[in-house]
């Protein structure tokens, strides 16, 4: 299958252009025909980026944090028939990412207080994300077109994974709240042959996979472990919502730092709200635990590794 790949710096939506994020994709193309069409993918993977690097002198560090780089792992991981998007944060103070958009209620290091689905917040700016970003390809692209749902021979619908690393963990959090808060009725998936979601609700009820990727902070909450949350999760699944599952990576980075040992606490609770909160679900919510090179000292080189050593089986 071919593929379309690039790297935009796009607007939230048209009406917001005072957020700008790179965003980098790997896109499914049909060549059933003379002309390429944008192919409707077995799923969408998005990946939120971390804090960002400079000139480290690490060659492993910075193809890690390289946008591109990441979206061709995301595709060797997930297979040829997914598209992969890589967020990049519009903003940052320093070093450190600010997913404002996504959680308003993040501080000026991007340490939110809250994971709030009020206004569902994350899930409403990845659909106008994904959907500019699609608008500007489309545009800047004539060669491309859109696959015609009528003449595609795959009826299906694609289901959405996403992933967080290191401070793109905050967005997990607060698409896991956003996901609690959806009405109990509203459990069906988005419409057939579209390539993303067309709107929140269904945005949250195409997600199946959910991985934090080595993620912390330098303050509490890298991790939501709000039982009210998780709850809310299990009973949507056993009253038909599609299956969740919730896989959490690790090293010594993170997992074992000693001066921020509240990343360990909550990782450790969260498992076990999901563990306990599953058995209510019907099976329908699955909880996994990796833990990648702790036979090695931490290091900031490991933090990234991480990406390339993910077991997503």
Not at 235 to 254: E, F, K, S
């Amino acid at each position: 299958m071919d593929r379309w790949s690039g790297v935009l710096k796009i607007p939230l939506d048209a009406t917001n252009t005072s957020s700008y994020y790179r965003v980098a994709a790997s896109l499914c193309l049909s060549s059933s025909s003379s002309s390429k069409n944008l192919a409707v993918p077995s799923a969408n993977a998005i990946f939120f980026h971390g804090d960002r690097v400079r000139e480290t002198g690490n060659h492993v560090i910075e193809r890690l944090y390289d946008l591109q780089k990441v979206a061709e792992i995301i595709v060797s991981k997930f297979g040829n028939s997914v598209n992969a998007w890589v967020v990049e944060a519009s903003l940052y103070n320093g070093p450190f990412a600010i997913y404002k958009d996504f959680v308003p209620s993040v501080n000026r290091c991007g340490e939110p207080k809250s994971y709030s689905p009020i206004g569902f917040p994350a899930s409403s700016s990845i659909v106008s994300l994904l959907s500019t970003f699609l608008h500007e390809v489309l545009s800047s692209s004539k060669s491309l077109t859109l696959i015609n749902p009528v003449e595609s021979a795959d009826h299906h619908c694609p289901r959405t994974i996403v992933l967080g690393f290191s401070k793109g963990g905050v967005v997990m959090n607060q698409l896991l709240s956003e996901m609690s808060f959806l009405e109990e009725t509203s459990t069906g998936i988005h419409e057939r042959n579209e390539i993303i979601p067309a709107s929140k609700e269904s945005f949250l009820n195409s997600i199946s996979e959910v991985h934090y990727i080595d993620v912390g902070l330098n303050n509490f909450r890298a991790y939501i472990t709000d039982q009210n949350v998780v709850h809310r999760i299990s009973q949507r699944l056993a009253q038909g919502a599609n299956m969740l599952r919730v896989v959490l990576h690790g090293t010594p980075r993170q997992w074992c730092d000693e001066q921020r040992g509240w990343i360990l606490k909550e990782k450790d609770e969260l498992v076990r709200l999901l563990k306990s909160e599953g058995e209510c679900s019907g099976g329908k919510l699955e909880v996994h635990e990796r833990f990648y090179f702790g036979d090695r000292v931490a290091d900031l080189q490991m933090h990234f590794e991480i990406i390339d050593a993910m077991d997503i089986s």
